[in-house]
């Protein structure tokens, strides 16, 4: 567990206002940061981190499915946190989403999470290294092993930011953005309020052009863009099988996590870190293999799940063999189904029983 060091002194801004059209249709009912991971809405782990750092004060700032949230987290005393929510009526962007939220910001430091990358830097480094560069703005840059897929941000030796590139297939460096950033609060004030901004696109580098102090922490700590299926799928294995830390499952990590109230039967089998979600059923000889399996779902015996995500409410037919997929709340699919190939069910769709095959690489 990371020390509490910095009690108070900085208040945490989290952006969840995004649609996550990329991880449809799951997020058509639930917002992407509320979506089970290992267990409990990923937002959970998030907030989890952000207290063991020692940070109490915490504003999010929500635009779809707003109500979500507050619903669950509530002032967030029960988390030992102070929570606000401040709400888009029309989504502002990132950089938007920022200024949106100044006016509940009560210090001088303000640090500022993506809602949905999970994480294992420890805050505290990259709070010190704000105040010790005496910086404007201080992002986390992550060293990746293949920066091609991601805007990549080049630092001079003193760790100050010279630039924000675009995705290359030639990268100069392997630092990307990994979606921290810990403002001086009157920076926010200079975002343009009440109209979308891009904080990547708009805001850094006008920084960079004003000549502000802008400076990068540089690791290399777990990371995951929680964005697409397959990241889901990897990220939720990660933290079960403790790859990814969370001070929520210290202690409690292993090939597969099933929640108390979920019944898994004798000759069933957990691998690669999969979850079963509350009241849901595995059947004799059915296998899961890192795959996420939602609230109430029944699978049926002999089914075998690969890298998939299973919505709430979904009944898997016996013997089905479903691999890269995922299934929409709600669907059935039929005995002996076969399902891959990152196919994506809609809720309530059904599939009947005998073998019918499907693949969206067919
Ligand atoms: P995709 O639609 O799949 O790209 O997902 P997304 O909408 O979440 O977009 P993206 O992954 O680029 O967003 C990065 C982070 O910023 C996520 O935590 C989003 O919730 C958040 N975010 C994106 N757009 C907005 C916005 O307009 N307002 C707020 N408050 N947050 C946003």
Not at 95 to 111: A, C, E, K, S
Not at 227 to 239: A, H, K, M, Y
Request: net charge negative; hydrophobic share 40%.
């Amino acid at each position: 567990m990371i020390q509490e060091k910095i009690p108070c002194s900085t208040d945490a801004v989290i952006l969840v206002g995004g649609k996550g059209t990329r991880l449809r249709p799951l997020t058509l009912s639930t917002p992407k940061p509320m979506l089970p991971t290992a267990g409990v809405p990923f937002l959970s782990h998030l907030l989890a981190r952000i207290k063991a750092a020692g940070i109490t004060h915490v504003v999010m700032g929500t635009s779809y499915k707003a109500e979500v949230f507050e619903e669950y987290f509530g002032d967030g005393s029960e988390m030992g946190l102070e929570i606000e929510y401040v709400v888009e009526e029309q989504a502002l962007g990132t950089g938007g989403g920022i200024r949106n939220v100044y006016d509940r910001l009560r210090h001088d430091t303000v640090m500022v999470f993506n809602g949905d990358v999970l994480g294992g830097t420890d805050l505290t480094k990259v709070l010190d290294t704000h105040a010790a560069k005496d910086a404007d703005l201080t992002m986390h840059l992550v060293r990746v092993s293949d920066p091609r897929a991601f805007g990549c941000v080049p630092t001079d030796a003193e760790g100050r930011v010279l630039e924000f590139l675009e995705k290359t297939e030639d990268p100069p460096t392997n630092q990307i953005n990994a979606g921290i950033y810990v403002f001086k609060r009157e920076l926010i004030a200079t975002i343009p309020p009440g109209r979308p901004v891009s904080v990547e696109r708009e805001t850094f580098p006008r920084l960079l052009e004003e000549g502000r102090r802008v400076f990068g922490y540089v690791d290399q700590s777990y990371w995951r863009d929680m964005g697409t299926p397959d990241d889901f799928v990897r990220g939720s294995s990660d933290l079960v099988r403790g790859i990814a830390p969370s001070p929520l499952l210290e202690g409690r990590t292993g090939e597969g996590l099933i929640d108390d109230t979920a019944g898994v039967s004798d000759g069933a089998w957990l691998l690669g870190g999969s979850v079963v979600g509350r009241g849901s059923e595995i059947g004799g000889g059915a296998r899961l293999e890192s795959t996420v399996v939602f609230d109430g779902v029944k699978v049926e015996p002999g089914a075998v799940i690969e890298n998939s995500i299973i919505g709430a409410g979904v009944t898997i037919g016996a013997n089905a063999r479903i691999s890269d997929c995922v299934i929409g709340e709600g669907a059935k699919i039929g005995a002996r189904c076969e399902l891959k190939g990152g196919m994506r069910v809609w809720p309530g769709v059904v599939i009947p029983d005998n073998g019918v095959r499907f693949s969206s690489d067919a």
